[in-house]
């Protein structure tokens, strides 16, 4: 960092300064869908706030809250298997990320069919899930239930 010039320290600090606010943007965007979401399928709003909690609670709205906890395992073995010994470990790592991808995307499907919407909708969860929470949370779908 000792051959940066003040004006390129500046520029970095604002770009930082910009991600970090569209980062926090995002969080807010993120929780004030979630609690609309929640509220629309009988859980109190706030549980959206807090951030583990929030995730079992929308997965339980979903599909059920087991699936969570098989989701959060997933991600805790594949963490450490990253940090393991390349070799076999990097190629179980990688079956693992595919099957949480996978996960991933059932999870966001049963979460638009139990609002009543369809696969495309599911897609937009996936790939624009904050713009697709809004949407959700203040459109008119209407909660069915957990989809099993």
Do not use: D
């Not at 790592?93 to 638009?112: D, F, Q, R, S």
């Not at 696969?119 to 069915?144: D, Q, S």
């Amino acid at each position: 960092m000792g051959n940066l010039s003040n004006e390129q320290l500046a520029a970095l600090g604002i770009s930082l300064g910009i991600v970090f606010i569209a980062i926090f943007v995002v969080w807010v965007l993120e929780v004030i869908a979630g609690w609309k979401i929640f509220q629309k399928a009988g859980e109190p709003g706030w549980k959206s706030i807090i951030p583990i909690y929030s995730s079992y609670i929308s997965y339980k709205i979903a599909w059920n809250g087991m699936m969570f906890w098989i989701t959060l395992a997933i991600g805790i073995v594949y963490n450490l298997l990253i940090k393991g010994e390349p070799g076999f470990m990097t190629i179980a790592a990688g079956a693992i990320m595919i099957v949480n991808i996978i996960l991933y995307c059932m999870y966001n499907g049963k979460m638009a069919k139990a609002f009543g919407k369809g696969t495309g909708f599911a897609v937009g969860l996936v790939f624009l899930n904050p713009i697709f929470k809004l949407i959700l949370g203040f459109g008119n779908a209407r909660y069915e239930g957990p989809q099993a």
